[in-house]
């Protein structure tokens, strides 16, 4: 009796679900993706096996190069024009729309006030050229405390994180701290890279 051979039917499966949901996602990462500023000054932290995580939102950083620059930069951009008109009020000179929105558009940067106005008519590839020196910080012109002073009335819930070069004067980092003791900071974070926990003996 020959064996009845079983009809074989192909499997197919509807990949259009999938599809969609791929698609989802990658649009999701893509407008979700906060991609990392443009930083006016490349900063080579120390590491340390700290692993407190600093915050995300509401944050003034201070980046101090090695050849002890110092830089200022908050992270929300309503903030930074609120900051900067109240700057520019103090120190009695005007700015106009273009100024304005291009220190929104600024992460962090380095002048002295005296010099905002002329960097920021500038347009972004030539603002790039600018070589900044600093932020003055000396017991004559101390134009951080400024800063630090004007960001804390803008937003009172600022938190203040330190972000040295492990090759920087410890002076000028002791000047930074000093800035923010005589406005009452006394608790801030240190930006370090990560380090890999000693192995207990």
């Known amino acids: 009796m020959p064996k009845v051979k079983v009809k074989r039917h192909g499997v197919s499966l509807d990949m259009t679900a999938m599809c969609d949901v791929a698609f989802l996602l990658l649009t999701f990462f893509i407008l979700t993706t906060k991609f990392k500023p443009n930083e006016a000054m490349a900063v080579d932290t120390p590491t340390s096996i700290s692993q407190l995580p600093i915050p995300e939102s509401d944050l003034i950083t201070i980046s101090i190069g090695k050849n002890g620059g110092i830089f200022f930069g908050v992270d929300a951009q309503p903030v ?9 009020a103090e120190k009695g000179f005007s700015l106009n729309a273009k100024q304005i929105q291009n220190f929104k558009l600024i992460d962090s940067f380095g002048l002295p ?3 905002l106005p002329g960097y920021l008519n500038l347009e972004g590839p ?3 050229k600018v070589e900044q020196q600093g932020i003055p910080c000396d017991s004559l012109v101390n134009e951080l405390s400024t800063w630090v002073i004007q960001a804390r009335y803008a937003n009172p819930k600022v938190r203040i994180a330190i972000k ?3 090759e920087t004067d410890a002076k000028v980092v002791s000047k930074v701290i000093a800035t923010l003791q005589d406005q009452n900071v006394n ?3 240190l930006i370090t890279g990560l380090e890999a926990k000693p192995s207990s003996l």
Do not use: P, S, V
Request: glycine residues 4%; proline residues 0%.
């Open 187 to 189: 608790r801030f974070n």
């Open 113 to 115: 006030i005296a010099a």
């Open 126 to 128: 030539e603002m790039a």
């Open 164 to 166: 040295g070069d492990k």
């Open 80 to 88: 930074r024009e609120t900051i900067l008109k109240k700057i520019a």
